[in-house]
């Protein structure tokens, strides 16, 4: 598998009829669902779950997505998702790349970029990261 950046954290994907759109491939929405899942999944991996979040009352909210749409996703195909967590300014935004490849063709289906910010969960407001949070996503972080 070439990976775009070295070191990273992968999930498989296997696409369901339910995925399908009315052009016969994988609908734009699901490739951000599929975002959303490996960002959980690697959180979750570094012991960040959902039950962490809500006891620090902190968590990482979507601030910006980038996706670049490389080529189609059929039903059947088996896929691979990467996530690297490339920027964690310190204070409040954390920064992940991913790629999505069909290791049938090797083709790369979608490169993306989500920039998340920190917020306090019981009010929705911004809040610096926890000490938790930069300890534990600063040492996941890959260069670019």
Known sequence: MSWDLSDPFVIDIAV???AIDEYGHANNAEYLRWVE??????SESL????????ALDRAMAVHRHELDYQAPAFEGDRL?????????DGRLTLTR?????????????????TRF???????GRPRRLP??????????????
């Open 117 to 123: 910010a920190c917020i306090e969960l019981t009010s």
């Open 97 to 113: 790349r991913f790629q999505l490849v069909r290791p049938a063709d090797g083709s790369t289906l979608l490169r993306a970029r």
């Open 131 to 144: 000490a938790e949070y930069l300890a534990i996503y600063g040492e996941a972080l890959v260069a670019e």
């Open 16 to 18: 369901d009829a339910s």
């Open 47 to 54: 012991g960040l779950d959902l039950a962490r979040y809500r």
């Open 37 to 42: 899942r490996v960002s959980w999944a690697h």
């Open 80 to 88: 691979r998702l990467a996530t690297w967590i490339v920027d964690c």
